[in-house]
């Protein structure tokens, strides 16, 4: 959840960069255009206003990377709420920067709790309706008559301008919201698929573990059509492991580990599946061997792969195995019957001065 969270607060940070930007290219035409309407309106606080939020909006983006996506929001919100409180009070509903208002709601959706939306919502539409009570009411005036700033070209480009504004950035809130959904939901599938695989792998030697043996098992029967499948189950245990770990250590045994799972899945390649049951036990299903002696054969390249030496530290250490095998039908029809019979049948290759591969009894 914390790299979900990450992932949002990144593309956030990427909207308001794109936000930052957007509003410096269009505030240089919105500036220009709302000096020259003071010659309608009268010069005053507004148009100051104005020039030092523009200088403000400039500075921010030039050091947006130091600024946190939070101060960026604040920011937006502070001034372009700024603007159109000033905007409203000054030209009613005429006030292009009316605008900013929504886009104000849009910004705190991004960060707060729908109740805070809510409120600030009604916060707007009851200042909106306020602003119309006054200027109906006389207590606010327009700063020019309302037909000359109708056929002001100057007004009408701050509209342009305003609308401008609201409408990129509706679009790109809405882009990068798909954007971060599907980055999201990419996050997410990665994740399940992680920790699905550490919850049926082995987490030293990446192999399946004994739920995933049992359901290819299964898998391989059910494709029988009703004819019993040649299938081998070979149980391998290691030889002396113990005293590896003990004379070595067990990042000695960690490595004699991996390197015996590397040696067996490169042996088996497509022919078969491996997994780790644990300690120093591995279990294979050999699917489509039928035969003794192939099968025989394939448990002696399996043990003529694990025995290969392998480097610790500088020296060169090998290990030997023995491996009991169990078939089906013969030894048993279910997956934990074949375990079973090829764990005794290893337990005797074990004990066999003579053969490390030994088959389960009939």
Known sequence: ????????????????????????????FG??????????????????????????????????KRISPYLKAMFFVVFQSSIAVIGVMSFGLLAPSIIFLPMIVVILALFFHHNLIILVSLGVL??????????????????????????????????VVCLTIFLLFVAIAIFQYRQYNHQLIGEITRQKIEIEHLANHDYLTGLPMIQLAINTFERFIGQ??????????????????????DHYGHDAGDICLIHVANKISRELK??????????????????????????????ERLLAAVADPFMFRGR???????????????????????????????????????????????
């Open 126 to 159: 009851i200042f909106v309706a306020l602003s119309g009570y006054a200027f109906q009411m006389g207590y606010w005036q327009l700063p020019a008559d309302a037909n000359t700033l109708f056929y002001s070209p100057e007004h009408w480009f701050l509209y």
């Open 1 to 28: 959840m914390k790299k979900t969270g990450q992932v949002e607060m990144k593309l956030i940070d990427q909207l308001m960069d794109s936000l930052l930007w957007l509003w410096v290219m269009l505030s240089s």
């Open 316 to 362: 060169q250490l090998s290990i030997g195995a023995s491996i009991g095998i169990a078939l089906y039908p013969n030894h048993g029809e279910k997956f934990q019957d074949l375990k079973r019979a090829a764990d005794r049948a290893m337990y005797r290759a074990k004990l066999s001065a003579d053969d490390a591969i030994c088959v389960a009894l009939d």
């Open 224 to 245: 029988s059509d009703g004819e019993p499948p040649g299938m081998a189950v070979l149980f391998l245990d290691l030889d002396k492991f113990k005293l590896v770990n």
């Open 31 to 64: 500036l220009w255009f709302s000096l020259s309407r003071a010659e309608i309106t009268g010069w005053g606080a507004r148009e100051y206003f104005h020039i030092g939020f523009y200088v403000l909006i400039f500075l921010v983006t030039l050091l947006r």
């Open 270 to 299: 497509h022919e078969g599946f491996v997994c780790r049951l644990g300690g120093d036990e591995f279990l294979i299903i050999l699917p489509g061997f039928s035969e003794i002696a192939a099968i025989k054969a394939k448990a």
